[in-house]
């Protein structure tokens, strides 16, 4: 006996044209599989051309087959001279797809309107074979996840906020750092890193820029006034850096700041590594 009683005699006839009329259904070589009252499965061959970069469908594609999975099988169930329009739904992944597989299932329950209710028993058979997959491939993710997380919750853990000395950095430092204190996280301190400093301090970027300008018009030691313009250069990134980082300090005087300056090499060793650790603890 029919779980569901179509209020259109002719319904398998009309929600098959309706599907067929789809021509994004086409292009991704989606065809229905079984059609019932209320219920539609959807069958998609595995195709390359349609894998995200790991190789498994899309989720995009899968979302795209549950959306018309859920209007036809309600579309099943409405009257003659409906339509079907999708408003909003949802989808939850719950492991990756490779095929060849049975897409995805779907079916509607009548309560005081169309509700749909997602997934049979064969799909739920699918879903586990996907899961099994998904661990046999990534074997150990959720042991290391659950240790990762039991070291969070260790008393002696604490978070370490790293920003550079730019603006749209020193933002994302302030949001994560007041998140930190609204969670009841502890927060260890921030380091602005690479911050710009000078080998002369003392000469500022006006005077090197004056001093550059009188040798060009003098025409005299164009290698000289070009240091001269570089050293401008940098002290105002100085200024900037210093300016930058003073403001967020003032905002956040409860938090403990190190600043690290720019290194002149890329770290790449343990010695680069001891210095960024010695200029830390400095």
Known sequence: MARFQPKNPDFR????????????MRALGISIARL?????????AYSSDFTQQNGFIHAGIITAGLDSACGIAAFTLMPEGSDILTVEFKTNLLAPAKGPFRL???GVNMAMSVLNKVL?????????????????????????????????REPHTAFLVVASPQNDALREASYFAERLRAEGMPLAGVVLNRVTNAQAPDL??????????????ADKSPLTAAVLRLHADKMQQVVGDHKRADRFRR????????????????????????????LLTA
Not at 122 to 129: A, G, K, P
């Open 104 to 106: 995805m299932s779907a």
């Open 36 to 44: 019932e009252p209320g219920e539609v499965d959807l069958a998609m």
């Open 204 to 217: 500022s970027a006006e005077r090197s820029l004056a001093a550059a300008e009188k040798l060009e018009e």
């Open 13 to 24: 006839r009309v929600a098959t044209d309706t599907f067929d009329r789809q021509r994004a």
């Open 120 to 152: 049979g028993a064969q799909v739920l058979t699918d879903v586990q074979t996907f899961v099994a997959a998904f661990d046999t491939l990534f074997g150990g993710f959720r042991q290391r996840a659950e240790q990762t997380v039991a070291l969070l």
């Open 251 to 278: 905002g956040h005087r409860a938090i403990r700041t190190v600043e690290v300056p720019a290194l002149p090499d890329d770290v790449h060793d343990l010695t680069g590594l001891r210095q960024i650790g010695d």
